[in-house]
């Protein structure tokens, strides 16, 4: 077959000084990790003068995904629909040229309707615009099909023998990059197109330079055969692309070997915003001191260290400025018992910590993490803050991590660090745990840098969240961010309540697949340290602190709430539902005392600040109207308590009253139910239906914090429960925490980290994992 001799541009395109018109699906998104990096490293602030342009098939709509895919390159320019539509890399349309496209547009619905007669056309459920595209077989394609698309004044393209699109006339990728390439003001010499299909082969018949990149469609290999500025190249998608800009002098062959990212030694690479340690100031000398309270997360990542395992841990250490004299990176942990694990600094000054991590993450992403898109505030420039300590944290990460090491990420306040690690290290299996909730779709895309987020999340091997609707909210997010499969899913009870919960889900998706990556998901509520609970209760001191309160609240029901001072823990509405119950029911007055400890937010919050003078106000209400000469209704104290005291608090009481408006799982309550196993002491948690742990302790009595009326009859459904009830779901939940403890959590998440494809094994679960 022969074809017209296209135009011939010539000289040949500089080095660094070049135009890439590239085709996406087989050809920029296939290929070697390797070379993807190299393509990606010669746009992505590498030579001024080195444009690049997506020409594509695909719609508009499709493509936004790729934009915040960290491991894609930026494009300047975006030619979709094949060639009707020409935007920018801001997805401004680029002149007049789409406007001129579509005034040749008779309109998807006059194609459709003289088309509607021929058999064999199933439009393609695709985004689409001034097209339609339809998948066909090619006997279909008859001449009186071609008729009636020529009587439409359209153009038919047919590729890869099932691939049909109707297209305004003239138009094509060929014909719109040309025309871009004039609006914008590009020497058509300096353009190299790429492709692999024959829905490219306009671009070819251009007479640009141009490579057609290994295991392209036949049929367009036969039809460039003739034409001497394109080479059919070997390498599949990039590694093609980087051999064909070779071949036409626009990169050295030389820059086919780019230097490898720096590896460390550590198997296993945890990413926290603390280190595992205190830093203070001791006569001018900093020193370290373990944290204060034995109780928490840190204790349990530090035993995955424990022994020969090579580790690094790396959190940020305040600093005067980013790179100060002197400072050390690398500090051991613990040489007794962790001797191969080092902390590996970031030196972060005052200004980084307060913006990044005590303003944006709780103005900006805490409100809408939780529910509260009325309390928050976005700030580019607190973003852009965000993402630079992001930025160092990934840096050293790869800098940590061995080959094929597992980087362990935790928390929301890193949740860009993904979308810098994986381009450095595609070679790391990368983790991400939740520690807070993940709300609704509708209200996660609220925030103005969504899709960097999604895109960031994943770049990840594995998500790990508390609890399955955390899951499901994520997939939907995922959904409405980039095309995706849910793969795999399991079944979520019994290990978690399901029709019976606000939170409940009756399935729970545990792997997605969204083209470029799968990506395993799993529910994994963290647990408590039941054996250190179980020691600490037992101590002579707890008891007598145990038992000093209880000589205190005398023959009243201890009521206890502990919890920190934030509007997302309803401490108002608790407030107001005790007022409401010493009103509707007069015989718990003198009866019942609330003990109501509220921790301090940390310096510097100044958001929680209105809501303390508020919650002064209520106690100092309610105790004004009901205390008498010998009680006194609400015992408020604004402090943090040791852990000690809070445990001896749990052990006196005989209900713990924690009702959140929204909370990704509350350990407050799992710390009640195993001071209670540990006392050998029953009690009623009156537990949110918002909080995560809800969907877990099964029997935990479960109230709405947003139904007033709720609130008040559970804690008198609590007051008045028989002894035999509270036995019951005080035994059933100890089951749950002691064998679901703070341990268990982490070989869950570690062993389903480091095996995408292995579900949860909710049937075994007092012997999973034990060993």
């Known amino acids: 077959m022969t074809i017209a001799t296209p135009p011939q541009w010539a000289p040949r395109p500089q080095p660094g000084k070049f135009v890439l018109a590239t085709d996406l699906d087989g050809t920029l998104l296939a290929g070697s990790v390797a070379a993807r990096r190299q393509v990606r490293e010669l746009f992505d602030g590498a030579p001024a003068g080195a444009v690049l342009v997506f020409v594509t098939g695909r719609g508009l709509e499709s493509i936004l995904p790729l934009l915040s895919d960290p491991t894609i390159p930026t494009p300047d320019y975006i030619i979709a629909d094949v060639g009707a539509t020409i935007v920018d890399g801001a997805l401004r349309p680029v002149g007049d040229l789409q406007d001129e496209i579509a005034a040749r547009w008779p309109g998807s619905q006059a194609v459709l309707r003289a088309l509607s007669g021929f058999s064999g056309l199933a439009r393609q459920s695709v985004p689409q615009e001034r097209r339609c595209s339809f998948l066909v077989g090619e006997h279909d394609v008859t001449p009186a099909l071609r008729a009636a698309v020529e009587e439409l004044d359209c153009d038919l393209l047919l590729s890869a023998g099932c691939y049909l699109d109707v ?5 094509g990728k060929g014909q719109a990059l040309l025309s871009l390439a004039k609006a914008a003001g590009f020497d058509p010499a300096t353009i190299i197109v790429a492709g692999d299909t024959l829905n490219d ?8 330079h141009g490579v057609v990149v290994g295991a392209a469609e036949p049929a367009l290999v036969e039809r460039v055969r003739g034409l001497p500025l394109v080479h059919v190249a070997t390498g599949e998608g990039c590694d093609g692309i980087m051999e064909g800009l070779a071949r036409h002098g626009a990169v050295a062959a030389a820059a086919a070997a780019l230097p490898a990212a720096e590896h460390g030694k550590s198997d296993l690479v945890m ?4 280190l595992p340690f205190d830093e203070v100031v001791e006569d001018g000398v900093l020193c370290q001191r373990r944290p204060r309270s034995p109780n928490g997360i840190i204790p349990t990542l530090l035993r995955f260290f424990a022994g020969a395992r090579a580790g690094s841990w790396v959190a940020w250490s305040q600093q005067a400025s980013r790179h100060p004299a002197g400072f050390v990176t690398h500090v051991p942990v613990d040489m007794e018992q962790y001797p191969q694990l080092q902390a590996a600094r970031i030196a972060l000054t005052a200004q980084d910590i307060d913006i990044f991590y005590k303003k944006f993450s709780k103005e900006a992403f805490w409100p809408i993490i939780f529910s509260f898109p009325d309390k928050a505030e976005f700030r580019q420039a607190h973003w852009d803050r965000f993402l630079e300590v992001n930025r160092l944290f990934a840096e050293q990460a790869a800098r940590e991590a061995a080959e094929g090491a597992l980087v362990w990420i935790h928390d929301y306040n890193l949740w860009m660090v993904p979308a810098f690690l994986r381009p ?6 990368i983790a991400f745990f939740h520690h807070t ?4 779709s509708d209200v996660f895309n609220i925030l103005p840098w969504r899709r960097d987020i999604i895109g960031s999340l994943l770049q990840c091997d594995y998500v790990g969240f508390h609890i399955p609707r955390y899951v499901e909210n994520f997939v939907d997010a995922v959904r409405s961010h980039a ?12 290990r978690f309540l399901t029709y019976g919960c606000a939170l409940g889900v009756d399935r729970m998706t545990t792997l997605i697949d969204t083209g470029a990556r799968r990506i395993g998901l799993g529910a994994h509520p963290v647990g408590t340290d039941a054996a250190l609970i179980e020691r600490t209760v037992a101590a002579p001191a707890v008891q007598a602190q145990a038992a000093a309160i209880r000589d205190y609240l005398g023959a009243a029901t ?6 920190r001072l934030d509007y997302v823990k309803g401490t108002l509405e608790k407030l107001e539902a005790f007022e409401r119950l010493l009103e509707r029911h007069p015989e718990h007055i003198g009866k019942v005392t609330l003990l109501n400890v509220i921790t301090p937010a940390a310096p510097g919050m100044e958001i929680y600040e209105s809501l303390r003078v508020e919650v002064d106000r209520t106690v100092g209400r309610i105790n004004g109207r009901f205390s008498t000469l010998n009680w006194v209704p609400v015992r408020y104290f604004y402090r943090s308590l040791p852990f000690e005291e809070v445990l001896a608090h749990y052990v006196a009481c005989d209900i713990a009253w924690i009702t959140p408006l929204r909370d990704g799982l509350n350990l407050v309550a799992k710390e009640f139910v195993a001071a209670k196993k540990a006392s050998a002491r029953c009690g009623v948690l009156v537990l949110s239906e918002f909080a995560g742990a809800a969907v877990e302790l099964h029997g935990a009595l479960l109230t709405n914090p947003y139904d007033a009326n709720a609130m008040t009859a559970s804690l008198h459904h609590a007051l008045t429960m028989g002894q035999e009830e509270r036995e019951y779901r005080t035994a059933r939940m100890a089951m749950i925490t002691t064998e679901h403890d703070v341990a268990r959590w982490g070989r869950d998440f570690i062993a389903a980290a480091t095996d995408t494809a292995a579900g949860p094994d909710w049937t075994g679960e007092a012997e999973a994992l034990a060993a």
């Open 167 to 171: 297209l305004p006339r003239g138009v």
């Open 271 to 274: 990413v926290y915003h603390r």
């Open 201 to 208: 082969l306009s671009m070819f018949e251009t007479g640009l």
């Open 437 to 440: 909730a993940f709300p609704s």
């Open 424 to 429: 450095l290290r595609p070679d790391l299996r």
């Open 558 to 563: 201890g009521i206890v709430s502990i919890e």
């Open 483 to 494: 095309p995706v499969d849910a793969s795999a899913t399991v079944p979520c009870a019994p």
